[in-house]
């Protein structure tokens, strides 16, 4: 680290002028300038007078609150309009006015020697000696912050008269013991003031590249660089490579403790800087300039796939368009990721490191929005059990969740969700009524009406886990497979393969001998394989059977859902089906639809699982595939009523041309005997 | 947490009833059925009836007379051991508390009660009639899954194994994490071999293991796809591992009669000492009664040993007489059914005799037999000599299959010296004739495994032979006094 070191007779400017003049402001310093010319060069004194009017009238108003060039501007108005009255019979007795004015806006000004009339100097003077004190100020060292009667003056000015009465002056500066003073000032007295620090700390002064970086010592955030560098500052901002505009003003880091020190420059989109301090910049007291520190810029990529459409991409709150994105350069760091489909949402945060890329997969979530404790009775445990419902989303890994706007009602929230679409289920909170309540009822339903009753107890420990945990839970929907039916056996040294489907037998694999290894590791048993294939990398896989090792394709075959499984909870299973199904194709598509059909048979909705079943199709024939389809189909048209029994003949029939289909999943019975049985139970 | 699922219809019913009462006697009928409650698991049992029986007469529409219900039907028939003195009870659930969902737990236990109870397949229409309403009225309850698992028992039962399996898929798809469903998985898979679909079995069974490796329907599961596996596909040439347990030799006293208990223990009946003895590790324990002679054993599903002789007939336990079996001169055979009937065979008697549990004799055509073996699907299998012929009984005892002595072997054999099978439906025989040996076949009677004592290096005086859970064949050699073991 290079370091600078030495005491400084001078600290910077700090001063940044802060201006509430608006649009108007070029065109006011432009009046005042041509109102100068129209004097100085054309003695054009009438005209001169109403352009310095001009800007009277619109400076004046703002009186003392003007500071800097505003005030140096309104003074030299009142300057030269005093002169410019002085010369004008008219106007003359206007003259003092002037002075009386300028003089009361700022009793420290120096009238213009070469403009005003001795007599009027002299008027001038006599006016600020009878109205005000003059004051001998030492500062000791300078450069720190003079406060009089509680408003900083601004650096760089001069305090040489005073309003005579009662005053507090104060002298502050970095490093140093800040002193107060009450004085009391009288008319025709010159009063002398000495303001002497003394040392109690070093000072750090540093300045970094770009202005807006968070200054942390020891961890501890002591706020921002801002503003732009002084002139004197050229010479680092030459070292640091950096032009003069794009230092930032000094940050002074006062008070610091005996010891050694660690300083982190922070900043959104640059790599984070860490200085090491050691004992000697605290002890002994010293003033210390850094260098000044350009910080690196940090960025990474962001890729944002999605097999979902309509989603539109937002980084902590801005949206940056539709997804998918690649490669979207963005700075490094941690972001609230955001995706909103038309149907459901995503939500991740997410951690782009610098100089790399993040890569996150926007699956739609279904929205919950909590509509509430039904009622206003009292009952213990009403308050705890709010609060849980409240913070439930915290909980939730599967849905997004949101609690109903304040002072909305239920029925008006369920209206205004059914129409914007907002969110796909709801949870309501209903007490059971009994004395004292002790019950209460919880509602999980879909927008369409299909919902889950639970009860909880508002005192027990934790009355939202197991709902928490139901909605958590999303039972596999496929499993990778690779066409082989495995068995274990005693003395096999893996997986004994019963049965190999037409790409397994063409790609090598022998039926009555045993897998030893996968991608390389022994494999000790059907769940060791199922885990290998769950971990593979793509989707293929190496495997042995004690000989050459061979290459096996991995598909994702279908499972189905259990339909009364008291471990889910079936409005939000259906409404993530109905979102999966949003973004699938093929027969992944008709898989879905196959599953919520087995959720609407849940709920004993055969006709709409009738529906949603008419829709599926499946070109696939082992497995759960198109004739599961066509047998579930025929159940729910049973279930009916006889009026469709025959359709539901057909379906069963459909059924059994696909005699390699089966239940549950790959390894489940086939479907054929199930239809034969069914067509048995209906014939006459 | 209270979970009712989509079920809560069936609860508020429950609520509706319970908002009809007075809030005084609901409190009342609470107190007083959690009074019981707190007698019973202390087992006070008078107290906790009493409590009950209280509780039935202050509030008997309360939901919690049904539940006081439901536990004095739980007692008598856990506790007591009068399922009679149970129904009585749950009929009283039924018929006074149809609306609550404890209705629904009162024709389940009375369906199972019913289905125990059956000793004939028509017997079983009340239980599948209970079983039924609780599917049809209460879609929703719990007890919904275990119904499902019964009605495939009862079809199963009947031979009825499309059905069957019907049910129990049914039972396997409402909810994979309750302990039913092990239970109608292991089912489902068995039914299927029955029907003929050994791969559809071995891979329901291997699911069972991946699903519910802690389950005891995983450890049953293992052993009956080692068995499956090795008898009917890998089908290794059949060689002797000589006297088992290893290096036991005349240690037994003229062992005539083998079977195999639920738990694999092989139970040897020897003949100079009267008694069967169970054989754990290598220590042998007398079980079931002395039985002078015995020419067949059965196990009950306890795996008490019954043994058959023609001058007592069926002796079921040391305490109680033996079970005359009328006209027995030559007994072949024995097993007892799911009826609890038991199955007798006679070499020299031109029909089975079937004895009820009432102790009614009847008779089943079937031509003599020299040996018998019960089969997993409620029938039998026995040798006719006198025909040359196996025949693959079913729970009627109508034939189902006949296979000729000697199919597919080298050379025929003329008699079967003892017959055995496990509940796979293996079979396998000791024969003798121009092939004397070792024949295994499948449940379907194609031909597994087989050889010659020659080949096989043996020589002794076998009379009985069983199937372990190891995928080996026992076999009994009453000259030598000891055990064989095949693999």
Same mark, same amino acid.
């Given at each position: 680290m290079f370091r600078c070191r030495f005491i400084l007779p001078l600290l910077f400017v700090l001063a940044a002028a802060s201006w509430n003049l608006s649009a108007q402001d070029p065109a006011l310093k432009e009046t005042f300038q041509q109102a100068k010319v129209l004097w100085g060069t054309q003695g054009d004194r009438e005209g001169a007078s109403a352009k310095f009017e001009q800007i009277l009238s619109a400076l004046e108003p703002k009186g003392k609150t003007l500071e800097g060039e505003w005030l140096q501007m309104l003074c030299e108005t009142y300057n030269w309009l005093a002169v410019l009255d002085d010369r004008t019979p008219a106007k003359k007795a206007r003259a003092p006015k002037d002075l009386e004015a300028l003089l009361e806006l700022n009793p420290d000004f120096e009238v213009d020697r070469n403009l005003t009339s001795a007599r009027l100097l002299a008027h001038f003077e006599a006016l600020r000696t009878s109205k005000l004190v003059r004051v001998k100020l030492v500062l000791e060292p300078e450069g720190g912050t003079l406060t009089l009667d509680g408003k900083p003056r601004p650096k760089g000015t001069q305090l040489k008269y005073l309003s005579p009465g009662s005053h507090r002056i104060a002298y502050a500066k970095a490093g140093f013991q800040p002193i107060e003073q009450q004085v009391d000032l009288a008319l025709k007295e010159t009063k002398s003031l000495e303001l002497k620090l003394v040392r109690n700390s070093s000072t750090i002064t540093l300045h970094t590249s770009p202005a807006g970086v968070e200054i942390l010592l020891d961890g501890k955030s002591l706020g921002k660089t801002s503003g732009q560098a002084a002139p004197e500052a050229r010479p680092l901002a030459e070292k640091a490579e950096v032009s003069l505009e794009q230092l930032a003003g000094p940050f002074v880091i006062s008070d610091l403790a005996a010891g050694s020190h660690i300083l982190e420059l922070r900043a959104p989109c640059f790599r984070t800087r860490r200085i090491d301090l050691d004992a000697t910049y605290a002890t002994p007291f010293q003033d210390h300039l850094l260098e000044a520190y350009r910080l690196e810029p940090s960025r990474g990529a962001l890729t944002v796939n999605t097999t979902s459409p309509g989603g539109e991409l937002f980084l902590n709150g801005t949206s940056q368009g539709p997804i998918p994105v690649k490669d979207l350069q963005v700075c490094s760091g941690t972001y609230d990721l955001q995706v909103r489909f038309p149907a459901g949402g995503f939500s991740q945060r997410v951690e782009i490191p610098e100089g790399q890329a993040a890569t996150v997969l926007a699956r739609p979530k279904a929205r919950m929005v909590f509509l509430g404790l039904e009622g206003t009775d009292e009952f213990a445990g009403r308050d705890r059990l709010q609060r849980f419902l409240e913070t439930l989303g915290e909980r939730l890994k599967t849905l997004a969740f949101t609690v109903i706007a304040p002072g909305e009602d239920t029925q008006t929230t369920l209206a205004r969700l059914k129409a914007s679409k907002e969110a796909e289920l709801t949870l309501l909170a209903r007490p059971v009524p009994g004395k004292p309540i002790h019950e209460v009822e919880l509602v999980v339903s879909t927008l369409q009406g299909e919902e889950d009753h639970s009860v909880v107890k508002p005192l027990e420990q934790d009355p939202l886990e197991a709902l928490a945990d139901r909605l958590n839970r999303i039972p596999l929907l496929s499993q990778p497979w690779g066409g082989l039916n495995l068995l274990d056996l005693p003395g096999e040294a893996g997986p004994w393969v019963l049965q190999a489907d037409e790409l397994a037998l063409r790609a090598g694999v022998k039926t009555g001998k045993a897998i030893t290894q996968v991608n390389g590791k022994p494999v000790a048993n059907t769940a060791a394989f199922r885990q290998a294939l769950v971990e593979a990398p793509g989707d293929r896989i190496t495997l042995s059977q004690g000989d050459a090792p061979l290459q096996l394709t991995l598909t994702q075959q279908a499972l189905e859902i259990p339909l009364n499984a008291s471990n889910l909870c079936y409005p939000s299973l259906l409404a993530e089906l109905r979102l999966r199904y949003l973004a699938a194709k093929g027969d992944e598509a008709g898989l879905l639809r196959l599953n919520q059909a087995l959720a609407l048979m849940h709920f004993r909705m055969f006709d709409r699982a009738m529906e949603v079943l008419r829709d599926a199709r499946v070109v696939g024939s082992q497995g759960v595939s198109q004739g599961t389809l066509d047998y579930y189909t025929g159940i729910c048209l049973l279930r009916l009523g006889n009026v469709y029994v025959p359709e539901a003949i057909q379906a069963f029939n459909q059924a059994l041309k696909y005699p390699q289909a089966t239940l549950f999943g790959p390894e489940g019975p086939l479907v054929a005997p199930l239809a034969r049985q069914a067509l048995d139970d209906l014939k006459p | 947490m209270l979970l009712f699922p989509s079920r809560m219809r069936s609860a508020f019913l429950v609520l509706a009833v319970l908002a009809t009462l007075g809030a005084q006697e609901s409190d009342m009928a609470e107190r007083l059925f959690r009074s019981g409650e707190r007698a019973y698991a202390a087992k006070s049992y008078p107290e906790a009836l009493e409590t009950w029986g209280q509780l039935l007469q202050q509030a008997p529409t309360s939901g919690f007379a049904a539940q006081a219900l439901l536990r004095m039907a739980n007692h008598q028939l856990e506790q007591e051991h009068k399922p009679e003195a149970a129904l009585p009870l749950l009929e009283r659930v039924k018929t006074e508390h149809m609306k609550t969902p404890w209705a629904a737990d009162a024709m389940l236990l009375r369906g199972q009660i019913l289905a125990t109870q059956a000793r004939k397949p028509q017997d079983l229409r009340d239980a599948v009639g209970e079983f039924n309403r609780v599917v049809d009225l209460f879609p929703d309850h719990p007890a919904l899954q275990t119904a499902r698992y019964h009605l495939g028992l009862a079809a199963k039962l009947q031979g009825q194994w499309a059905r069957a399996l019907q049910h129990f898929t049914d039972a396997i798809r409402l909810d994979p994490t309750s302990p039913v469903a092990p239970k109608a998985q292991f089912q489902a898979a068995e039914v299927l071999d029955v029907m003929g679909d050994l791969s559809g079995c071995l891979r329901l069974l291997q699911s069972l293991r991946n699903q519910f490796p802690q389950s005891p329907e995983a450890s049953e599961a293992a052993w009956r796809i080692a068995q499956r596996v090795k008898f009917r596909i890998q089908k290794p040439p059949l060689r002797s591992e000589g006297p088992w347990p290893q290096g036991k030799t005349k240690w037994l006293k003229t062992p005539t009669l083998l079977s195999t208990n639920a738990n694999g223990e092989i139970v040897i009946y020897q003949d100079d000492l009267d008694q069967a003895f169970v054989l754990r590790g290598t220590e042998l324990t007398a079980i079931g009664p002395v039985c002078k002679s015995a020419k067949a054993l059965a196990l009950l599903p306890d795996g008490t040993p019954c043994l058959l002789s023609a001058k007592t007939g069926i002796s079921t336990a040391a305490n109680l007489p033996p079970i005359p079996v009328a006209g027995l001169s030559n007994p072949s055979g024995l097993f007892q059914d799911a009826w609890q009937n038991f199955w007798v065979s006679d070499a020299k008697a031109a029909a089975l005799s079937v004895v009820e549990p009432t102790g009614t004799l009847r008779s089943l055509p079937s031509p003599a037999t020299s040996a018998m073996a019960a089969l997993p699907n409620g029938g039998a299998v026995v040798a006719s000599d006198a025909n040359r012929s196996l025949l693959f009984l079913d729970a009627s005892a109508q034939p189902r299959l006949t296979v000729p002595y000697g199919k597919d072997l080298p050379a025929p054999f003329k008699y079967v010296v003892a017959l055995s099978a496990d509940p796979t439906g293996h079979v396998v025989a000791l024969v003798d004739g121009d092939f004397e040996g070792v024949v295994l076949w499948g449940p379907?009677?194609? +031909? +597994?495994r087989f050889a010659t004592f020659k080949e096989l290096g043996l020589n002794g005086k076998f009379r009985a032979v069983t199937l372990d859970r190891q995928g080996g064949i026992i076999l009994a050699d009453r000259s030598n006094d000891l055990l064989i073991r095949l693999n």
């Open positions: - | 379907n009677g194609s +031909l +597994l």
